[in-house]
Each structure stands twice: as C-alpha cells, then as structure tokens.
C-alpha cells in the first residue's frame, strides 16, 4: 500500500459529501454504512504516514542495496558502504535524521519524483 492517511482521509470525505447529498433527499450517492466506516478505519490504520522521509533516488538505492544483497543489517555499516554523491549526502549532519527514519521505516518518498517507495517485507 502507497496510500498515505491524507489519502484515506480525502477517500472518507468525499464519501460522507456524497453520504449527506443522498440523506438531504437528492438521492445521489449512498448511505455511509457500519461496514464503510470499518473499511476506511481499516485503511487508515495500515495507510504510510503522511510526512515520509524525502531522501535522494540514488539513497533510496543504497538502502535498498543493504538491506537486500549487501546484507547490511545497521545504519552505521551502511555509511561506511558509501562513496560519491551518496556518502556527501549521508554524511551531512542535516541529512542524519531523514536517512535513519527512511532506513528504520523501510518506506520513504524520492525527492526527485516524488515517488513513494516501500521496501518489501521479509518473507
């Protein structure tokens, strides 16, 4: 799921308009049911967090790397696993932060497309 919980909430908003339009007597849209509510609060819970991490495209890569086949199992190892522009950008002070939450959550969002990318989980 790429859905953050601003998305889930627009979802719940545009249904309870179309919810009210119905019980106002225009008869458009449907009544907002138990089980809708149950659905979007299901969604909610499960959906990313709004304020992901932005890291760099070629970070996101070194992420993945580590904990994929480099087998890197620590932020601390994955620094010294870096070289270039990525080294420059983790070594950063004000990068630090940004890089372990995206490390921690396994979910971050790519600063040059905007893209949210999720690391699967293990299997």
């Given at each position: 799921?790429?859905?953050?919980?601003?998305?889930?909430?627009?979802?719940?908003?545009?249904?309870?308009?179309?919810?009210?339009?119905?019980?106002?007597?225009?008869?458009?849209?449907?009544?907002?049911?138990?089980?809708d509510k149950q659905a979007y609060l299901k969604d909610y819970a499960a959906a990313l967090?709004?304020?992901?991490?932005?890291?760099?495209?070629?970070?996101?890569?070194?992420?993945?790397?580590?904990?994929?086949e480099g087998?890197?199992?620590n932020v601390s190892d994955a620094m010294d696993y870096t070289y270039g522009d990525v080294a420059a950008w983790l070594y950063d002070e004000r990068n630090s932060d940004t890089f372990a939450l995206a490390w921690l959550l396994g979910v971050w969002?790519?600063?040059?497309?905007?893209e949210i990318v999720k690391l699967e989980e293990e299997k």
């Amino acid at each position: 799921m790429t859905e953050t919980k601003r998305d889930v909430f627009n979802d719940l908003v545009e249904e309870l308009a179309n919810a009210y339009i119905a019980l106002d007597g225009e008869g458009i849209g449907e009544e907002l049911t138990n089980e809708d509510k149950q659905a979007y609060l299901k969604d909610y819970a499960a959906a990313l967090p709004d304020d992901l991490p932005v890291i760099p495209e070629a970070v996101g890569e070194h992420i993945r790397w580590c904990k994929g086949e480099g087998g890197v199992d620590n932020v601390s190892d994955a620094m010294d696993y870096t070289y270039g522009d990525v080294a420059a950008w983790l070594y950063d002070e004000r990068n630090s932060d940004t890089f372990a939450l995206a490390w921690l959550l396994g979910v971050w969002r790519v600063e040059e497309t905007g893209e949210i990318v999720k690391l699967e989980e293990e299997k």
